[in-house]
């Protein structure tokens, strides 16, 4: 290295430091102005495009993109003179191109739910009126062709969901669980005869508000499930329908629709033996049922280690109270708690209060010393807002409309500008210690060690070994993010070329309860800074 940047590197770090004192980490960008519709539900694909979903009965407004085919949803035209909405509201935007470009949905996609399958495309099932049991893919392409929703005529859910969750199962199936007046469970693809699962959990949990929905649904790596509705939780086997086990109840109030907060487990990591659940924020009990807009939201998170013999929820207070906030697994294993308000609940016109400010949380730090305040966004994000993680590290904010139909000219109006947020690790001073993939395997097998060749532009390796952290593209909507997950390979450096070159040696999960299989952003981790993400097929 030359001594000119020595200096400007120590220069760098100075003016960051005196940034720092002066402000909150992490930058706010705009990346698209207008995307025209308010994405209720939002994916990255393994073509580094991100697909915008809304509902598509919000007939007939000038906005959403213009459609060939008129649609008049057959459950709300009672009105007497049925008004055709020839708008569609799903979309793709290239992260390259800022012009998304739209897709043709027909059936009401309203609170639905998705999970990519092993093959890379997405499942995306339910949603209200027409879309109740509809089952539509969505197999991505890369920004030259014109890859377009499928909506399935052959085959349907056993059961209507509305407000349900899916998740990928070690094998690669994909489970649907709960929704609005289901206490049951079915697969995709669906088992030979169909049919559902009874899931009285669910019923178990119900309280005078419905604050079961959504639930939180996380796939343990024992390979069974860790499902959590209201306060309540169990160790779910899915092949055996049994419940295991029941977790100690959460204190504080209920935590999914319409109270909710957000959850996710932890990185998976070492041996994989074990699994941590965190649970966030939340509205006040009763703020639903009374429409109080300005109840204040919970402040309070629970962790607990869902594989330990004897589980208890360990309590800690974020810095600022929060109802619809997403957290969102990071590629260091930090979560990032974005978006929502500080008052309210869940529904039209619930909310108020928002909370600008994003939380960083970091797992290994002590109790009463994991969470960071971030530097604040403009806009406010409430009902029906999505954040997703992208390849580069930074994370994508879409949507917010709590309204029944787009308002542009209210208090919380109707937003359809995207953002992203960078975290600090994308600060200017990190530029010289990002590592940057070079080489990685298109596949990697269950087991199998695999090589990824990377440079650094300011080789100080010496001091440690990078990660290799693999993270699911999950189904972010309502603020939960369906089949989130990060897990951290084993790895070690095998060999160093040039200075700033290596070669990691990774050993991919053992099996699909560590990874379910499908595609994976694998990131390479030095000191705390991600590089750009590669999209690797786990089969
Ligand atoms: C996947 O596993 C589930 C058990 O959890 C089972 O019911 C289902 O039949 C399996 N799917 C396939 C395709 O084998
Ligand atoms: C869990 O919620 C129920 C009401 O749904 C309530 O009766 C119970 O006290 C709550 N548990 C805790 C620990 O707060
Ligand atoms: C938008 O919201 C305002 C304030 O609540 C209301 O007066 C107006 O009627 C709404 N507009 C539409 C198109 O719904």
């Not at 009672?78 to 739209?102: F, G, H, K």
């Not at 994909?174 to 959990?201: C, R, Y």
């Not at 208890?312 to 619809?324: A, F, G, H, K």
């Not at 400010?357 to 970091?362: A, F, I, N, T």
Request: charged residues 15%; glycine residues 8%.
């Amino acid at each position: 290295m030359k001594p000119s940047n020595v200096i400007l590197i120590l220069l760098i770090w100075m003016l960051e430091i005196l940034a720092l004192h002066a402000d909150f980490p992490g930058t706010w960008e705009v990346l698209v102005h207008n995307a025209r519709i308010a994405s209720m539900h939002t994916v990255v694909t393994r073509f580094n495009t991100v697909v915008l979903l809304d509902r598509t009965d919000l007939s007939p407004t000038e906005h959403g993109y213009p459609r060939y085919h008129c649609h008049v949803d057959p459950q709300i035209s009672e009105d007497p003179e049925p008004r055709p909405d020839c708008y569609t509201y799903s979309a793709v935007y290239d992260l390259i191109n800022p012009s998304p470009r739209p897709l043709t949905i027909i059936t009401d996609t309203w609170c639905s739910s998705g999970q990519f399958l092993p093959d890379g495309t997405l499942l995306q099932t339910g949603g209200d009126h027409d879309g109740f049991k509809k089952i539509r893919m969505f197999a991505p392409c890369d920004t030259k062709s014109l890859c377009d929703w499928e909506e399935l005529d052959d085959i349907e859910l056993t059961q209507g969901r509305w407000y349900s969750t899916n998740q990928i199962l070690p094998n690669g199936s994909v489970i649907i669980l709960g929704g609005k007046d289901a206490v049951s469970i079915e697969l995709f693809p669906p088992k030979s005869g169909g049919g559902v699962v009874n899931f009285p959990f669910l019923a178990d949990a119900a309280d005078d508000q419905m604050d079961t929905l959504y639930p939180y649904v996380h796939l343990l790596p024992n390979g069974h499930l860790f499902v959590f509705a209201n306060n309540k939780s169990v160790l779910y086997d899915h092949t055996n329908n049994i419940v295991l086990k029941q977790y100690p109840q959460l204190e504080g109030g209920p935590r999914n629709y319409p109270s909710a907060g957000s959850s996710v487990m932890l990185a998976l990591t070492g041996d994989y033996s074990s699994a941590t659940i965190i649970v966030c924020g939340g509205a006040q009990y009763g703020a639903y049922n009374a429409m109080h807009t300005t109840a204040p939201a919970k402040s309070s998170c629970g962790r607990i280690e869902a594989t330990a013999k004897e589980p208890v929820w360990e309590m800690e207070d974020m810095p600022v109270r929060r109802i619809m906030g997403d957290m969102v697994m990071l590629p260091t294993g930090d979560i990032l708690i974005i978006n929502g308000a500080q008052s309210g609940s869940q529904g039209f016109e619930l909310a108020s209060n928002p909370c600008l400010h994003p939380v960083l949380y970091k797992p290994d730090a002590q109790l009463g010393s994991r969470f960071f305040i971030q530097n604040p966004g403009k806009v406010p994000r409430l009902y029906h807002s999505t954040a997703n993680l992208l390849p580069d590290g930074r994370v994508l904010l879409a949507g917010s409309n709590p309204h029944s139909y787009y308002n542009f000219s209210t208090e919380f109006p109707t937003e359809l500008k995207i953002e992203a947020f960078s975290p600090d690790y994308l600060s200017p001073v990190n530029k010289f210690i990002r590592p940057t993939i070079i080489e990685i395997p298109e596949k990697i097998r269950y087991g199998g060690g695999f090589d990824v060749v990377v440079t650094v532009d300011f080789p100080v390796m010496v001091l440690g070994v990078p990660e290799v952290n693999i993270a699911s593209a999950p189904f972010a909507t309502h603020s939960f993010s369906q089949g989130q997950r990060l897990v951290k390979l084993d790895v070690s450096v095998a060999w160093s070329g040039r200075l700033g070159s290596y070669r990691l040696a990774c050993k991919a999960p053992p099996d699909g309860k560590v990874a379910p299989p499908g595609y994976y952003m694998v990131f390479v981790v030095y000191r705390g800074v991600p590089s750009v993400a590669k999209w690797v097929q786990l089969v």
